[in-house]
């Protein structure tokens, strides 16, 4: 038995009746997964066990109906608009006319379903139904999660539904719902992400700023009220920007060498950022943005490579500057992070082992000064990637799940963190690797789309974990999939 649902149990022994639907309500708002057989049966016990006067196991009376309130009637309502089904509950569980009758999953005998369905009726939720209470003066303060986890994001979520989603489309998705909420719940929800372990404003953390990350929608607003949600924001005073750093300058070093030897945190989006800053300002002649010109990569001297080179054997890769950064055959390029176009990858290679900075060393009658790292083991393909996984069995099964995570993580884990948990890693699968796993899953059991049974498809259980991905990707990897013509 749930957490929420002891609790509401407790209440229900301890209360009067009117706090008992507010124990009820709470209790229905917390339980995960709605629609499904779980929640089916979590809400099952708490509705007989509140509402069933005459301890027949079943909600089988009028009177019995009758007793439940209106808002423990919109609780079930706006729970279920967070499920996979995108549809009414009365619709789905059978109460409405014509409709097949599954009610009983939810503790009611098909006896009452007229008088269930006109009391939902009374409460407004059978026909252009919006819900519109929260609980309590502070329900944001009030949500025991801790802040910016997964628990705390459905609770604020199931807030603000409850509260402003005036079309109940299950979402904040028109400009005068957001504009509904007020600053002082935008100032609660702050001030809870920012006590979080990213101690960072909530328009940071969300994403709201379009050079971040969408990560809104786990709060219930739609991605395309981004930048309204960010004027709101401001406009509440809660959308403070630091100032943008200057341009890493040489300063106190006298060369670029130097300099790039001097940048903290080697192989870090940070480091990568300053090196890129750096190379752009000195060799960018066209000043396009990137080392893009066969001319520009031929003006960067080989100590540059070899400050870059010697200042990444300290970060924490394992592996060489020119493989973590894709300049090396059959690895993913990344070398766009420190500025250098894509088009220039086969040159900048034979450049790097010319001045001896590849971990294969450098060619005869190479110039490069440092000592040659260890070799790298042989790279696997994205072609042998993909014969392994279609050559697999029992395609959705444990065992599959654990060789396909073994041979993802082996081709894709680039930083080496045993998960796939960048979108650097993401944008590096191919298409023909997501078709190979959509091919095995589509012939499973399941025969349903990769991106749905394993959870990247929105409002579906996550399983993405048992192929290594990190939830954190869950949205890149449905955005990287259907950009490969596999959603439909």
């Known amino acids: ?25 709470r209790a229905i708002l917390a339980f995960g997964d709605p629609g499904t057989s779980t929640w089916d049966a979590a809400v099952k016990a708490i509705l007989v066990e509140g509402y069933d006067a005459d301890a027949s196991g079943w909600l089988d009376t009028e009177a019995e109906v009758q007793s439940m309130s209106c808002p423990v009637w919109e609780a079930l309502f706006t729970a279920f608009t967070k499920s996979s089904y995108g549809g009414n509950l009365d619709a789905i569980y059978g109460f409405a006319p014509n409709m097949l009758w599954v009610g009983n999953a939810l503790g009611f005998d098909e006896t009452v379903r007229a008088a269930a369905y006109a009391h939902q009726g009374s409460c407004g939720l059978t026909d252009g139904w919006a819900p519109s209470y929260a609980f309590g003066d502070d329900p944001i303060r009030s949500i025991a999660a801790a802040p910016a986890s997964d628990a705390w994001d459905q609770a604020v ?109 080697p192989g870090s989006s940070e480091w990568d950022d300053l090196v890129e800053a750096l190379l752009l300002k000195h060799y960018d002649a066209d000043g396009s943005g990137q080392i893009d010109d066969a001319s520009e990569l031929d003006s960067i001297p080989c100590d540059v490579w070899e400050a870059i080179t010697i200042a990444f054997r300290d970060s924490e890769y394992d592996n060489t500057f020119d493989v973590v950064y894709g300049f090396a055959p059959a690895y993913i390029w990344v070398g766009s992070a420190i500025g250098l176009s894509e088009t220039l990858r086969e040159p900048a290679f034979y450049l790097l082992r010319a001045c001896g900075e590849t971990s294969a ?29 279609l050559s697999l069995s029992g395609a959705a099964s444990p065992e599959w799940d654990a060789e396909v995570q073994r041979l993802l993580l ?58 290594g991905f990190d939830a954190s990707m869950r949205k890149p990897v449905y955005k990287r999939i259907k950009k490969c013509g596999l959603v439909w």
């Not at 990213?198 to 929608?217: M, S």
């Open 1 to 25: 038995m749930t957490t929420s649902l002891l609790l509401a149990m407790s209440l229900l022994s301890t209360t009067a009746h009117a706090a008992d639907d507010e124990a009820i309500s």
């Open 157 to 265: 979520s199931e807030v603000l539904l409850g509260s402003y989603d005036a079309d109940g489309s299950g979402a904040i998705d028109v400009a005068a719902e957001l504009e509904s909420i007020p600053c002082e719940v935008l100032e609660a929800m702050n001030e809870a992400v920012e006590r979080s372990e990213y101690e960072a404003p909530f328009w940071v953390v969300y994403g709201f700023d379009p050079d971040l990350f969408w990560v809104g929608y786990t709060v219930g607003i739609d991605e395309s009220l981004r930048a309204a949600g960010l004027a709101h924001m401001d406009a509440c005073g809660l959308v403070q920007r630091a100032e943008a750093p200057p341009p890493p300058e040489l300063g106190e070093y006298d060369s670029v060498p130097e300099a790039i030897l001097g940048f903290p945190a």
């Open 361 to 389: 060393g450098p060619p005869s009658g190479g110039t490069g000064s440092l000592t040659p790292p260890v070799k790298a083991p042989a790279p696997v393909s994205d072609e042998w990637t993909v014969q392994q996984i």
């Open 410 to 467: 082996i081709e894709y884990d680039t930083d080496r963190t045993g998960a796939l948990d960048s979108k650097r890693e993401i944008k590096g699968i191919s298409c023909d690797t997501w078709n190979a796993l959509n091919h095995g899953v589509l012939s499973s059991e399941y025969a349903s789309p990769f991106h749905v049974i394993y959870g990247f498809a929105p409002d579906t259980l996550w399983v993405g974990y048992a192929l």
